[in-house]
Every structure is written in C-alpha cells, then in structure tokens.
C-alpha cells in the first residue's frame, strides 16, 4: 500500500462571501468548513500526512482544528501560507515525508467530497501519474477576446470543470512545481502545472456536491446539504 499524503490550501480569505473570516474557518453547521473538508480524508487506506498552508492570523486556530481532528497515525503540519495558492502549495511540497509515494491536492472549502471518488483519485494516479476529480460541463461555455466579443463555442462534449482532490505522484509533482518556479509560471491549478511536463492526467467524474464554497449561495447549498444528510 503506497503511503499517501494530502496538502489542503486554506489560506483564503472570505471577501466573495462578504465575511471578515476566511471562508475555511467559516462554521457550518457546528463544525468549521476546513474541518469538514480534512475529515473527508481521514479513513483513506495509507494515509500518512496532513498539510494546511493558513494565513499567519488563523495558524494557531488551525492547528487548533488539526489536533481535534486528526489520528495519531497521522502526522501533520500547519504552516503560512504563500501570496498565491501555488505558492502556499509549493511550501508544502517541500515538507512531505519521505516515504509518501502518492499526493492529494484537496481545496479547503469543499467540505462534501466523498470517500470512493478520493480513492479512485489516488488509484489512477498510481497508475498513470495524475488524476483530476471533476465533472463534465453542464452549461455552453463561451471563448471570448479581451473587449469580450464572442470568439469560439468549444464543443460541450469535451469540456469538464476541474474539482479536487487532483492527485499525483510525488515526484511528478515535486518536479513540475520545481519547473514552473524557474520559468516563472502561475497556474490555474495543479493540474496545469503536471500537464506542462508532459505527464497523461485522467480525469475522473465526480459529483456535483463537491462544491466549492465560494459566494453567499454556496453557503445556503451546503447549509441544505448537511441538513438533508442529518
């Protein structure tokens, strides 16, 4: 059983939802919104280690939640997080413990990921370096210029909305974030950074109620979403 390790982005702030806290610290439904998201990994078979990248104000509160939630056979760390999302990533990359073969990339604000679509994650990337969890696109989507003027209606068919957990090997990981800090790019996502080494990523379908709390009505969604599990 390869060792498994998952790095969990929470040093967001809550501005889009119009809160002064950051949404991760957000409580939902008795419990903060990180701490929902970091127990969807906690039964995963061969999981060795949690890392949070937090802003400097909420690492104690973090930690906090950390000691609460997580097993003795799991070690972690809290550390600060950098300017940018790839930035706070590429900190943690750093501190996985050796012996960790496979890495989860998991968003702190989406709470509702559910145990099979993890492990299937970690499964695919064992075997072909990547995967992405996410869902095909249910609306038309639109490429447009600079002064927004329509340029291309990309068929539906062969469009998906990346989720998270992305997984990958470690090395694969550890060498594309080392290759887009020397040419100096910043990515969407995880992903992108993988795909720009060449490594074949597969997609894998999801669900859409690993939502990504990000406005005021994904709030009132995931607020419905416990409250109909319940």
Avoid at 34 to 58: D, T
Avoid at 181 to 191: A, E, I, K, P
Avoid at 217 to 225: F, M
């Amino acid at each position: 059983m390869e060792k498994k390790a998952v790095i969990i982005p929470a040093a967001g702030s809550g501005i889009r939802l119009g809160s002064d806290i950051p949404k991760p610290f957000l409580d939902l439904k008795g419990k903060t919104i990180l701490q929902r998201s970091i127990e969807c990994f906690l039964e995963v078979e061969g999981l060795v280690q949690v890392i949070v990248a937090s802003s400097k104000n909420y690492l104690k509160v973090c930690g906090e939640i950390c000691d609460e939630v997580i097993s003795e056979d799991v070690s972690f760390q809290v550390i600060e997080g950098g300017k940018e999302r790839q930035h706070s990533i590429s900190n943690a990359i750093s501190l996985l413990s050796s012996d960790v073969v496979l890495v989860a990339i998991h968003d702190a604000v989406r709470p509702f990921v559910k145990r099979h679509y993890i492990e299937e994650c970690f499964n695919i990337a064992a075997e072909c370096g990547g995967a992405v969890l996410g869902i095909p696109a249910k609306d038309t989507i639109k490429r447009v210029s600079s002064k927004i003027l329509i340029e291309e209606t990309p068929h539906r068919e062969h469009l998906w909305q990346a989720q998270t957990p992305q997984v990958f090997k470690k090395e694969l990981l550890q060498k594309a974030y080392q290759n887009a800090l020397q040419s100096n790019f910043v990515g969407t996502d995880d992903s992108s950074l993988v795909e720009r080494i060449g490594v074949t990523i597969k997609m894998v379908e999801g669900d859409r109620r690993n939502l990504k709390i990000t406005y005021p009505i994904d709030l009132k969604v995931a607020e419905l979403i416990i409250s109909e599990s319940l």
